[in-house]
């Protein structure tokens, strides 16, 4: 059942063709066995109480799809009972009193909350180590990395320690990871599963949660149980019917590349990814080669603008009191900073660029289905790097500039789906962005899932869990 779709293990509970505890004893089984190599998995509740509670569902009516499922929650989200530390030493040991809003939602479709995925501290820079829990690593080479800031929930779900998974993404932290451990990630269209009501909800609009899995149609049902309205925050958007089922015929799609020359890449990333629209041209879709419809150096310039002045205004405290500052990152606190130096005519500018770019990107999808981008333009790197430091010679100028191909879409708010497109000479994974209009989240599945069908990638197991899970 380990390797079963989240759609088949819901299905046969639901059936009574398998009992909630049978499933907890297998996924207990496998992070015992596999987590020690991965450490994606933390925060692990009492295995005992796991089983009593479990065994509880077993003859009750069945609340919702996820009834009766493990669930390891992103450790960005708090759940209640059970330890949630952001990755962050100030809080190794904070339980949380209350759920935040997705486990609220995973727990009303009877997930069974039993431990967290890692993440980096604060959720910051695609690469999960903290000084809590240490480096995830990569289950197809564990001496790489499995992306972030959603790495424990893709290596969970590569190394079959999860069969669906939350996952949130700024900077394509649904994204880089599903790309790094051949999942796929889903950032949905911003506002379509809504934020918690803390803090400010106006301004906040460039991070959002969605959901990761092995296929596409767990992928949907998952992102059916996190959306639909929050009354509490502003911009609601109400939720789409999601019929995955289309063929590619007559698909428009525009291939964007490395825009232009903007993103460096690694050697063998965009080959990569031309082979996969080729493929999707066998199967109907027209593909077109793309000039940049912007220029990356504004989107990027916005991006860190707005992205500072966001992390100064939540987590102004962590740089200017000493005792917190000296358990923070750098990399939190340089963001931080750069926030706290910017004027008001500075964010406004970047508003503007972003504004404009919107616009752009909403006439370019008069003419495309969608657009196309590499998820990362890095293969998995070594664990023990902090961060890129260059990509093909060029230098990176910042501890997330590596990753700046996540940007368009994140910046406007658009669905992304991150598709995993095969491998490198080294068996390192990769994967492609599908990017879509805003509000075309069925758009955009429904090309995932045309090419699910048609090439099934994460049914490659890592060598980890080769032939140890059968169906």
Not at 440 to 464: C, E, F, K, S, Y
Request: charged share 20%; hydrophobic share 45%.
């Amino acid at each position: 059942m380990l390797d079963w779709s989240a759609t088949e293990l819901s299905a046969a509970i639901h059936a009574r063709k398998l009992a909630p505890s049978e499933v907890m004893a297998a996924w207990l089984a496998q992070v015992a066995t596999v987590n020690p190599s991965v450490n994606a998995v933390v925060s692990l509740r009492d295995p005992d109480l796991l089983m009593a509670e479990a065994r509880s569902l077993d003859d009750r009516t069945p609340a919702g799809w996820l009834h009766g499922i493990p669930f390891a929650v992103k450790d960005l989200v708090a759940t209640q009972g059970l330890r949630t530390t952001w990755g962050a030493p100030l809080h190794r040991d904070h339980v949380p009193a209350k759920d935040d809003l997705v486990a609220a939602r995973l727990r009303a479709s009877g997930a069974v909350i039993a431990a967290k995925t890692n993440v980096p501290e604060w959720g910051q820079g695609s690469h999960s180590f903290n000084p809590v829990f240490g480096v995830t690593r990569n289950p197809y080479d564990l001496e790489r990395s499995a992306g972030g800031s959603s790495g424990g929930a893709a290596a969970a779900l590569a190394a079959r320690m999860a069969w669906v998974a939350d996952g949130s993404d700024m900077m394509g932290s649904l994204r880089n990871p599903a790309a790094f451990c051949n999942v796929y990630g889903f950032r949905p269209t911003w506002g379509l599963v809504p934020q918690d009501a803390e803090g400010d909800t106006y301004l906040a609009t460039l991070s959002t949660e969605g959901p990761m899995a092995r296929t596409i149609e767990d992928l949907a049902q998952l992102l059916l149980v996190l959306a639909g309205e929050n009354p509490e925050v502003p911009f609601p958007r109400a939720v789409p019917a999601l019929a995955l089922d289309r063929d590619l015929s007559g698909c428009r799609i525009g291939w964007l590349g490395d825009w232009g020359g903007a993103y460096a890449m690694e050697p063998g990333i965009l080959a990569l990814c031309e082979a996969a629209l080729r493929q999707m041209e066998e199967m109907g879709a027209v593909v077109e080669p793309l000039p940049p419809p912007f220029p990356a150096e504004k989107l990027w310039s916005a991006w860190v603008t707005l992205r500072a002045m966001l992390n100064a205004g939540g987590k102004r405290a962590l740089a200017e009191d000493p005792a917190r500052r000296a358990l923070t990152k750098p990399e939190t606190i340089w963001e931080i900073e750069q926030g706290m130096g910017l004027s008001a005519q500075a964010v406004y500018e970047a508003s503007v660029i972003r504004s404009r770019w919107h616009a752009h990107a909403a006439r370019l999808f008069q003419r495309y289905d969608a657009v196309v981008l590499p998820s990362a333009q890095v293969w998995p790197f070594p664990a023990d790097w902090r961060w890129p430091q260059e990509i093909a010679g060029r230098k990176m100028d910042t501890y997330h500039r590596w990753m700046e191909v996540v940007v368009p879409a994140s910046l406007i708010g658009l669905p992304a789906l991150s598709v995993p497109v095969g491998f490198s000479d080294m068996g390192l994974p990769m994967g492609m962005q599908i990017i879509g209009r805003s509000g075309d989240d069925a758009g955009v599945l429904g090309i995932g899932q045309a090419w699910h069908r048609a090439t099934d990638w994460p049914g490659r197991r890592p060598p980890l869990v080769a032939g140890a899970v059968s169906r």
